[in-house]
């Protein structure tokens, strides 16, 4: 890749889903611009060791899930709201269906932070998406958010989101929501695998 990069055809190396080891291999032969991410209100895992490795080496931090499979807009206040199939993550009881990660869930912290979550939005007159992502540009070391959009109003509105600046009280008010799940969920950043399978190094 650095060979490429030399030879003008590519312009900047980056990596995805690097934990603190797997960045560590990669400093020793090249300093990449970004490592791809999940991260969000509800999943803050990176927090423990890789965004402050991020943060200390400038590496930009690019954040997929910002919605955690739509979580955070509200649509779904009861761990049984969410559609079948799609309550998999570690939020959710092992024993729902197609989960694999073995873990006893944290769904009572997770819906707790959505309901703070829409408490707090209701307040300043906008969406949970809009905060939630406004929460996450926000953050140390976060380069861009990866938002996946279904029509153009949505991506639109999640665009419009860059400027919402949300104040220190608030920030702190979303981190307090988010503390529970942080906790609960570890220093694992895997969303669907337990510790001892998980992808992250």
């Known amino acids: 890749m650095q060979s ?7 312009r900047y190396l980056a990596v995805s889903n690097f934990g603190p080891r797997d960045m560590e291999d990669q400093l020793r032969i090249g300093l990449p611009v970004s490592n791809q991410l999940p991260f969000n209100l509800v999943m803050r895992a990176i927090e423990y060791e890789i ?3 991020c943060t200390e080496h400038e590496i930009g931090v690019l954040c997929y899930s910002p919605l955690q499979h739509g979580l955070l807009t509200g649509k779904f ?3 049984d709201d969410m559609p079948e199939g ?3 993550s570690r939020h ?12 006893p869930g944290c769904e009572q912290q997770t819906f707790a932070a959505i309901d703070r979550l829409c408490e707090i939005s ?4 906008r969406t949970p998406s809009d905060v939630a992502i406004a929460w996450l540009l926000a953050q140390p070391g976060v380069s861009s958010v990866l938002v996946g959009v279904r029509s153009p109003g949505q991506a639109r509105a999640n ?3 860059a400027d919402l600046q949300l104040d220190e009280a608030t920030l702190a008010a979303l981190n307090e929501a988010g503390e529970p799940v942080k906790q609960a969920l570890g220093r694992n950043p ?12």
Do not use: N, V
Request: hydrophobic share 30%.
């Open 159 to 161: 665009a419009a989101t």
């Open 122 to 125: 209701a307040g300043l007159g």
């Open 92 to 103: 959710f009881s092992c024993t729902r269906p197609l989960t694999r990660h073995g873990e």
């Open 4 to 10: 490429l990069r030399d030879a003008g055809k590519i």
């Open 190 to 201: 895997d969303m669907w695998e337990g510790e001892q399978k998980s992808r992250y190094r």
């Open 77 to 79: 206040r009861t761990p």
């Open 86 to 88: 799609r309550a998999r």
């Open 51 to 53: 965004l402050p490795q």
